[in-house]
């Protein structure tokens, strides 16, 4: 099969939660253990850093891949799911996986394929582990696809764990409260292993606690060891920020410069600096000096995006994958501290998303443009602009993501500000990202 044929392949015959929903979930480990024994169980010959969470996972995987590149290592990291090319999703020392690479490993593989019927998932993450594997890497950053008990990553026995944070989503899938949501990331915890916790949460610490004490793993909640606060607020267009780190109530000196700027990234920031103080603790040789690199260089060095992300000046245009009723809860305090004339919002969200909690967030007097990513999960953006409409949000229909970037970009005036978001697909689809 040609590269084109390989991804129709994945893409069409083996469901894709990430574009169909539920209908592409499948619960349980049974088939990503099959696909690793057949393929010599691979996940056992690399380490690994396993990270879960709500909202923070992938940017907090992308730091400590950063960090450890720079250390020196052979880092492979694996996220999903990817903005423009499926290879985005492995990634070793920052470079996509090979094409060349996927479709030979997917044609080598098809009879087993057929023979268990994977997901879309279990296959990527029997690539990943694979592709890991053969290149000998030092250490992988594995983020879970979907909560961790059983998600298909959790085949791994990790040097340590990380859990960013949690927050009302997927409840579909995963629980309608937090505690039982904590239940299901907290399955990442493995006997004996180190688990850090980025963010102390009264309404889930005891969940963490608990399952840590059985299965004696020590944890640490890295905020009480952590503070992050922001040392100087950075100018509107920023693609950085400053920020002051207190260790255990000491202030570090100098601030270090952190290469994403969403208000966000301060609570991912305590987690990140704790697993690195647990590799060290292990052995591991990660000078100061690259871990303040990585952190600052981290989209150049593993190609990050989408996270708070400036497309343009004059009209100032961004755009962030936050999808989740926390996510948007910082985006629009982040927004509101932007001086504009007139806030453009092109908006698209999926039809499994509680909707009408994330729409009564936002701001009324922007003009939205509604729109529809191409994927089965999207929701119609007529159907979008009547919900918003509801909560006293108006705009236009437009339909096509880029379309509607087209229309707000096109209406703004040069002081005003264009805010593209409410789901990964629809950053996914910016022309210019």
């Not at 927004?335 to 509680?354: E, S, T």
Request: proline residues 6%; negative net charge.
């Amino acid at each position: 099969m040609t590269y084109a044929e390989t991804l129709a392949y994945l893409y069409d015959q083996l469901p894709m939660f990430q574009r169909v929903g539920v209908a592409g979930f499948k619960s349980g480990l049974g088939n990503t253990e099959a696909l690793a024994e057949a393929m010599g169980h691979p996940e056992r010959q690399f380490k690994a850093i396993h990270v879960a969470g709500t909202n923070g996972k992938g940017s907090s995987s992308n730091l400590l891949a950063a960090s450890l590149q720079v250390a020196g290592y052979h880092v492979g990291l694996y996220t999903s799911p990817h903005l423009r090319e499926f290879t985005e999703r492995i990634k070793l020392n920052g470079q996509d996986l090979a094409p060349d690479y996927l479709v030979a490993w997917v044609a080598k593989w098809r009879p087993l394929f057929e023979q268990i019927k994977p997901s879309f998932f279990e296959m990527c993450v029997a690539l990943a582990y694979s592709y890991f594997a053969e290149q000998q890497v030092d250490i992988a950053v594995v983020e879970v696809g979907l909560g961790g008990r059983l998600d298909s990553t959790n085949i791994i026995t990790p040097l340590v764990s990380l859990i960013t944070n949690i927050s009302l989503d997927h409840q579909n899938l995963l629980g309608d409260t937090l505690p039982l949501i904590a239940a299901e990331k907290a399955g990442i915890i493995k006997p004996g292993v180190p688990v850090v916790i980025s963010q102390t949460q009264p309404a889930v610490q005891a969940v963490f606690e608990q399952k840590a004490r059985e299965l004696q793993a020590p944890i640490l909640f890295a905020d009480t060891r952590y503070q992050a606060t922001l040392a100087q607020p950075p100018a509107p267009d920023a693609e950085a920020q400053l920020v002051q780190i207190r260790q255990d109530g000491q202030a570090e000196s100098p601030a270090l410069e952190l290469g994403l700027v969403g208000d966000y990234q301060r609570l991912n920031l305590p987690g990140v600096l704790a697993v690195l103080d647990e590799l060290r603790r292990q052995g591991w040789q990660i000078p100061d000096a690259a871990v303040r690199e990585g952190l600052r260089d981290v989209r150049r060095l593993t190609g990050f995006r989408g996270r708070w992300t400036i497309l343009g000046r004059r009209p100032l245009v961004i755009c962030d994958t936050g999808h989740n009723e926390a996510g948007i809860r910082f985006i629009t305090a982040q927004l509101a501290r932007l001086p504009y004339q007139q806030l453009h919002f092109v908006l698209g969200v999926v039809n499994d998303k509680d909707v009408t909690k994330m729409l009564a967030l936002l701001p009324a007097a922007a003009t939205y443009y509604f729109c529809q990513a191409n994927i089965p999960r999207a929701l119609p953006a007529a159907e979008l602009a009547a919900r918003a409409a509801a909560v006293g949000l108006r705009g236009s229909v437009v339909g096509p993501v880029p379309a509607a970037v087209a229309a707000a970009r096109a209406a703004a005036a040069p002081d005003d500000v264009v805010f593209i978001g409410g789901s990964t697909f629809v950053v996914a689809e910016i022309e210019e990202l």
